[in-house]
């Protein structure tokens, strides 16, 4: 079964709204998760590093005030895309590592119209 | 950028064995061979991995060469479901590893014909 759910799986948001995904570790604790970005037909690209009871760390060309990372507990981490744009649209998808190895979300597809 | 390279895309008969290929000429000393898929729409999926010794598991075998320059996935008998993107990732693992985001390359498409 999952180890890493991630919810909603699918939002459609209008222009200039803020959406909120959250990442969740099922049965384990993750004291750092990570969020990653992929637009159709392209690879996944890390987006940032969620840690808890830390600031995150962004990737280069992220902007940390438009995308907000909260990682306020030991299980979920929240992504929060703030005044969205049509060219946010995009599948988010977050990771989580339990004895060392990765596990992903579902992935949260946004719309933004 | 991503440290392998893999074929754009591949075709495979169902009930046939799925061979991917993978170069990772820089792959260093400490660092894994790993295998993810992304089925469309879907987080990306682990699969296997290994370091110097070939592996084997319920879902797939994973051949690494002797000068760790190249691996294969093998898909024993591919079925429709298998078809997906294919992601092979070097990675540090084991202490002190796995506590950063993995760098995807293309990986390859891989499509199961019925």
């Known amino acids: 079964g999952a180890v890493v759910s991630q919810h909603p799986s699918r939002v459609i948001c209008k222009s200039g709204t803020s959406v909120k995904i959250e990442c969740r570790s099922l049965d384990f604790q993750a004291t750092t998760m990570f969020w990653y970005r992929q637009f159709p037909k392209q690879s996944l690209m890390l987006m940032a590093t969620s840690n808890e009871g830390s600031k995150a760390t962004y990737e280069q060309g992220v902007e940390k005030d438009k995308f907000l990372i909260n990682h306020a507990s030991l299980t979920l981490s929240t992504l929060t895309v703030t005044s969205a744009h049509p060219e946010d649209s995009s599948f988010y998808i977050c990771s989580a590592y339990r004895q060392r190895e990765a596990f992903f979300g579902q992935g949260t597809r946004l719309t933004v119209v | 950028d991503a440290k392998t390279t893999q074929p754009p895309s591949m075709d495979c008969a169902e009930g046939r064995a799925a061979n991917l290929p993978c170069n990772h000429s820089?792959?260093?000393?400490?660092?894994?061979v790993y295998w993810y898929r992304q089925i469309h729409s879907q987080g990306p999926q682990y699969i296997i991995h290994g370091l110097k010794n070939n592996e084997t598991n319920e879902m797939a075998s994973l051949i690494i060469t002797e000068d760790r320059k190249s691996s294969t996935l093998i898909l024993p008998h591919a079925t429709l479901r298998d078809t997906a993107v294919y992601y092979c990732?070097?990675?540090?693992?084991?202490?002190?590893?796995?506590?950063?985001?993995?760098?995807f390359g293309k990986g390859t498409h891989l499509i199961i014909q019925p």
């Open positions: 990732i070097v990675r540090v693992a084991g202490p002190g590893g796995g506590a950063d985001g993995l760098t």
């Open positions: 820089t792959i260093s000393g400490n660092e894994y």
